[in-house]
T-cell receptor, first 111, second 110 residues
Framework: NAGVTQTPKFRVLKTGQSMTLLCAQD?????MYWYRQDPGMGLRLIHY???????AKGEVPDGYNVSRLKKQNFLLGLESAAPSQTSVYFC??????????FGSGTRLTVV | GENVEQHPSTLSVQEGDSAVIKCTYS??????FPWYKQELGKRPQLIID?????GEKKDQRIAVTLNKTAKHFSLHITETQPEDSAVYFC?????????FGTGTRLKVLA
């Protein structure tokens, strides 16, 4: 079992480019989340999903889109990257009342 | 919306001493309070959690206490060791999503 797998692990984008981050889980968890982590600001929720085909906005959704076409995958898209989106992105999954399982993170730099 | 405040932002203790990190939350309907430890360059890992119907929970050198009336909860680490050095995050959850505190950087000095 791989748990929660994020791809890619590192990426450098130019301003205005687009990209998609993939989160894949093999634990059959219902809930999936995308967070961004910036120094001194902790983990901030971008978007989340409570099941296949559902998505919802978190604290900082602007500039991002998501899709959950399959239960095991949660995609985070940046349509036109900006330097303010330089961050470490974490995917997390959860089932019922239990704690999150985090992916290993994606370090994104926008230049 | 829900807000979680965490203090202190940095904490230095001598090896063997105790460390306490405190969090307050705003949504009285929050019912689950986990604590995560994040080592440099790694993903956050759940270290202990507590539900709203419990006042205290212990796991070896780590304990968490919850005061629902005051809406605050605390992480206690006793007999600290160098490997306890990390960033610690608290969180509160009511329905589907956690709101995290901003983190505490704990340094254990040998």
């Amino acid at each position: 079992n791989a748990g929660v797998t994020q791809t890619p692990k590192f990426r450098v984008l130019k301003t205005g480019q687009s990209m998609t981050l993939l989160c894949a889980q093999d634990m059959n968890h219902e809930y999936m989340y995308w967070y961004r982590q910036d120094p001194g600001m902790g983990l901030r929720l971008i978007h989340y999903s409570v099941g296949e085909g559902t998505t919802a906005k978190g604290e900082v959704p602007d500039g991002y889109n998501v899709s959950r076409l399959k239960k095991q995958n949660f995609l985070l898209g940046l349509e036109s990257a900006a330097p303010s989106q330089t961050s470490v992105y974490f995917c997390a999954t959860r089932q019922g009342g239990y704690g999150y399982t985090f992916g290993s993170g994606t370090r994104l730099t926008v230049v | 919306g829900e807000n979680v405040e965490q203090h202190p932002s940095t904490l230095s203790v001598q090896e063997g001493d105790s460390a306490v990190i405190k969090c307050t939350y705003s949504d009285s309907a929050s019912n689950y309070f986990p604590w995560y430890k994040q080592e440099l360059g790694k993903r956050p890992q759940l270290i202990i959690d507590i539900r709203s119907n419990v006042g205290e929970k212990k796991d070896q050198r780590i304990a968490v206490t919850l005061n629902k009336t005051a809406k605050h909860f605390s992480l206690h680490i006793t007999e600290t060791q160098p490997e306890d050095s990390a960033v610690y995050f608290c969180a509160a959850i009511r329905t589907y999503k956690y709101i995290f505190g901003t983190g505490t950087r704990l340094k254990v000095l040998a």
